[in-house]
């Protein structure tokens, strides 16, 4: 499991920043950058779907953007709305499956129809997996988690010694999802904000200077090649060629 790879990565994540700089460096409200940002993303989804990768999960709206202005929340409650209303018909049509992770609870009645509604009309699509993390944190993801495997060993439905990675990984959002080759940030910050802490754990990062609202397939593509060029050792160590 060494050495540069060939093609695209299976599966991208991709942490969507720099709306609201967008914004603020043409002097307009921070609304309009989301709403650029809801562009970038579909000319994202529609190049990853032409660039041959398989799972593309976008960090969409984190448990801790829930402490945000309340009319900021309230505009991109709105904007999720939309884009959930207008582009499943595309996404079906692309041959993409939606899928959504995160803590349902805290959002909207009918954004989580709106969710479900997606969720079920292209839940047999195979072309792409298009993962929408919305009201997620990954500290909240892994304590779900522990959570659930202390339920099942206090019930006496489980051995603790019995638990692995593997069993761990099963109880996460993500379970029935390859682990993301790739992790790209935008708007030029360097960290990874609390998302997909345990899926990351080997993946390759390409940190772009881009504005979300700017990034494009060009953008993609770039970042692919990249992660095309590196060495992932998986801990073992570097070929000799």
Do not use: C
Not at 155 to 165: F, K, M, N, Q
């Amino acid at each position: 499991m060494s050495g540069p790879l060939s093609g695209p990565p299976s599966h991208v994540g991709i942490i969507m920043d720099g709306n609201g700089r967008w914004a603020t460096a043409r002097g307009l409200p921070r609304v309009a950058g989301h709403r650029q940002g809801a562009e970038a993303a579909r000319r994202t989804v529609r190049a990853a779907v032409d660039l041959g990768i398989r799972h593309l999960t976008l960090f969409s709206f984190s448990s801790e953007n829930w402490k945000r202005p309340m009319t900021e929340i309230e505009q991109l409650m709105e904007l999720l709305r939309r884009y959930l209303r207008s582009e499943i018909v595309e996404l079906h049509e692309q041959g993409v499956q939606l899928r959504v992770i995160g803590d349902r609870e805290r959002l909207a009645p009918d954004i989580v129809r709106l969710v479900e509604e997606a969720e079920a009309t292209t839940r047999d699509n195979r072309r792409l997996t298009l993962v929408m993390a919305l009201s997620y944190g990954a500290r909240q993801e892994l304590t779900s988690a522990a959570r659930a495997l202390a339920r099942e060993a206090a019930a006496g439905r489980l051995d603790p010694e019995a638990i692995d990675e593997a069993l761990f990984a099963s109880r996460l959002w993500t379970a029935d999802l390859p682990d993301p080759d790739l992790l790209i940030r935008t708007s030029g910050e360097m960290r990874i904000s609390n998302f997909l802490l345990w899926q990351l754990a080997y993946a390759e990062f390409v940190f772009t200077e881009r504005l979300w609202p700017d990034f494009g397939r060009d953008d993609l593509a770039s970042a692919i090649n990249e992660f095309g060029r590196r060495d992932r050792r998986f801990g073992a160590a570097a070929s000799t060629g």
